[in-house]
């Protein structure tokens, strides 16, 4: 095998059928902590009602909606993480529909 850097990590997310949300690690396993770093967000958007919005809350400045209302389907984006408390939620149900993750 050819050497190189290591890979970036992939995390998935979904939002939706109903009001569900939810961003899992490449084992399958609900994100709580990370390592700072790149990471590959695949979301999977299942319906068109929500949107997938990832935040950070504490330690720094970032704000993307990866997938918007009225878009069904799979994008994928590279997300440098830093230091700080995070957030995935529903831009239009946000006290519903979200999960927290620190960066470490
Ligand atoms: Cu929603």
Redesign the pocket.
């Known amino acids: 095998m050819a050497f190189s850097s290591a890979a970036t990590p992939t995390l998935n997310g979904t ?1 939706g059928p109903g ?1 569900t ?1 939810s961003l899992k690690d490449s084992k399958g396993k609900k994100v709580k902590t990370l390592k700072a770093g790149s990471y590959k967000f695949v979301i999977t958007d299942k ?1 068109d ?3 997938f919005d990832v935040k950070q809350t504490s330690g720094g400045k970032f704000h993307k909606e990866i997938t918007s209302a009225g878009f069904t389907g799979k994008k994928t984006v590279t997300i440098k993480l830093s230091k700080g408390k995070w957030r995935f939620y ?4 946000p006290t ?2 979200f999960g927290n993750f620190t960066v470490n």
């Open positions: 939002v009001f949300i319906a009602i929500h949107t529903c831009n239009v149900h519903e529909m």
